[in-house]
């Protein structure tokens, strides 16, 4: 019996060594393997924004806030093009003269070609002498060629309304109402917006002759 218990001892222990042995191993194992392997990196997070961002070839296009108007061309006034301001709607007559409007509003921009006679202009300071038309509130409007312009306030057939005619600076000095372009008028309300004055004199002075 004592023969019996030190047999099955032995193998008991031998069990428990081999145990021991394998669950090692596989620990080990397991810790070699770990190790050889990459570190786990987190996914970044796709945000919102990138979601909603084009990811297509097309680019895009910012939208122009100008469109071009082309006019003129009536003997003895150019041919030209202005660069006219979205917003402002374009009328053009070509019945026996040339003319173009742009209108915003109660606002109107006037150019126009045709048999027509001018007159000389006189700002605040100058002598008015015959066949000139005396203006006031002076504006420059510079051109990107050509003789400078000059904007002033004109006397008003409408009493409802302000009317501005632009002058073009000739050799001598002077001022007269026909320029290059044709005749150059602004109607406005009576106390016309600065904002709305500066983009007509904008467009005014985009002129180019063609």
């Given at each position: 019996m004592d023969k019996f218990f030190a047999v099955f001892g032995k193998f008991v222990l031998f069990i428990v060594v081999a145990g021991a042995l394998v669950g090692g191993g596989i620990y080990v194992g397991q810790k070699v393997q770990t190790k050889n392997q990459p570190p786990f990196s987190?996914?970044?997070?796709t945000t919102v924004a990138q979601l909603l961002t084009p990811t297509g070839s097309?680019?895009?296009?910012?939208?122009?806030?100008?469109?071009l108007v082309n006019g003129g061309g009536v003997a003895p006034?150019?041919?030209?093009?202005?660069?006219?301001i979205n917003g402002w709607k374009l009328t053009t007559d070509q019945v026996n003269v040339s003319k173009v409007t742009l209108t915003q509003g109660d606002y109107q921009l006037i150019i126009a070609q045709g048999a027509m006679g001018g007159a000389g202009c006189t700002f605040p300071g100058q002598p008015q002498a015959e066949m000139t038309v005396a203006l006031t509130n002076p504006v420059d409007i510079s051109l990107l060629a050509g003789q400078p312009l000059r904007r002033g306030?004109?006397?008003?057939?409408?009493?409802a309304k302000a009317n501005f005619t632009v002058c073009q600076k000739n050799?001598?000095?002077s001022y007269g109402t026909l320029t290059s372009f044709?005749?150059?008028?602004?109607?406005?309300?009576?106390?016309p917006s600065a904002d709305v004055l500066a983009q007509m004199d904008a467009m005014v002075g985009s002129l180019q002759s063609k």
């Open positions: 987190q996914p970044t997070p097309v680019s895009q296009q910012p939208q122009s806030t100008h469109f006034f150019k041919a030209y093009t202005l660069s006219a306030t004109a006397p008003s057939a409408n009493s050799a001598d000095g044709g005749a150059i008028n602004y109607i406005t309300p009576l106390s």
